[in-house]
């Protein structure tokens, strides 16, 4: 929509999948057997203004169906809520900077991922990537967003994360 100057991109996700867990944390006792479904649906619209300034937005709601209530935990079970909304403007070739609540992902995601399954994770973050020949760099600073099924989620500013990654493609 919108000719050359604007492309506008709805989307929208819906995943549902079973599990079944018997005796979970290894506690005879317990008697945690239960069955459950897990769904998560995802709604966003990215905009790119004169094929440069490009802003995203990405609502989630995601749910645990069970009763057992140890299966309702926030990695599974999150109202309606912002999941990303950032903006991204280059600042010269091959510069970029990206700031607002988003994901962010390096190498094996071992210290930095988005945990894809259920709610995942976000950050409230400025990031700057460099794109030389051959090479990617970031450099990162902001905070995680706190999961809270009951209010609108939001970033846990007593933990502040700063990084940088950079890898060779080339």
Do not use: C, M
């Not at 990695?75 to 809520?81: L, Q």
């Not at 950050?123 to 970031?138: Q, S």
């Amino acid at each position: 929509a919108g000719g050359d100057w604007l492309s506008l991109k709805i989307r929208g996700q819906l995943r549902t999948r079973y599990e079944f867990r018997s005796e979970f944390d290894f506690n005879d006792s317990a008697g945690e057997n239960d069955g459950f479904v897990l769904q998560r649906t995802r709604v966003s619209a990215d905009a790119t203004a004169f094929k440069r300034l490009e802003v995203f937005a990405e609502g989630q709601d995601t749910q645990s169906i069970t009763a057992n209530v140890a299966n309702k935990t926030s990695s599974f079970e999150d109202n309606f809520d912002l999941r990303q909304l950032w903006v991204q403007a280059p600042l010269g070739e091959p510069l970029r900077l990206k700031a607002g609540r988003q994901e962010l992902s390096f190498g094996d995601e071992r210290f930095f991922g988005v945990s894809d399954w259920g709610v995942g994770r976000t950050f409230n973050a400025l990031r700057a990537t460099w794109v030389p020949a051959g090479w990617a760099v970031d450099a990162f600073a902001g905070n995680v967003v706190i999961v809270d099924d009951n209010n609108a989620n939001a970033p846990d500013h007593r933990d502040d994360v700063y990084g940088a990654y950079a890898s060779y493609t080339g």
